[in-house]
């Protein structure tokens, strides 16, 4: 804990007649800090699994068509039920976390974490559609490239939120 003194100018008399009715009036000024610090790993797991949950199994997906050799292997039913899941997961842990968070104008780790799942399951659903109607229409390459596309973009909304906890939480 840290305690400070200091004067304080401000631009008012306060109602004083006896000063300019702009001031500058100097007044001291107390500050106490207190550093505060909790070892909060297991409140941050608890709470965002099932934002994670959703923002792997986007990443299952979109890894599953971003390559050539395992393009073939999931095919766009499992696809769908694995996105599906992933936005019910989304959603799930939005209702949740949002029940136990106090209303805030500010961009917090948990809206962070939130737009982070719903971003890559929005790509990961997109991906499924468009990849799917490529390989229809047998524009194999083409349906390679955007599923690389997507992919790429997965892998960056997932290292903006590592790098959001890893500020978060002090490391």
């Known amino acids: 804990m840290k305690i400070f003194s200091s004067s304080e100018f401000y631009e008012t008399a306060y109602g ?3 000063m300019s009715p ?8 107390i500050t106490i800090e207190i550093d505060v610090k909790r070892n909060g790993w297991r409140l941050l797991l608890s709470t965002f699994i099932g934002f994670g949950l959703a923002i792997a199994l986007a990443g299952i997906v979109l890894t599953s068509s971003a390559f050539r050799h395992t393009g073939d292997v999931i095919d766009i039913g499992a696809q769908l039920a694995i996105g599906t899941g ?5 959603i799930g842990s939005g209702y949740i976390l949002q029940s136990g968070l106090p209303p805030s104008t500010d961009f917090s780790l948990a809206d962070a974490f939130q737009l982070t799942a719903f971003t890559v399951t929005f790509l990961t659903m997109l991906m499924i559609f468009v990849v799917h109607v490529l390989r229809r229409r047998r524009m194999r390459q ?3 490239m955007t599923a690389r596309v997507l992919f790429v973009l997965y892998l960056v909304a997932v290292m903006l939120i590592v790098y959001r906890v890893w500020v978060a939480v002090g490391a």
């Open 16 to 18: 004083d007649p006896t």
């Open 22 to 29: 702009v001031g500058p009036s100097i007044y001291p000024r």
């Open 86 to 90: 992933a936005l019910f997961s989304t």
């Open 142 to 144: 083409a349906a390679i």
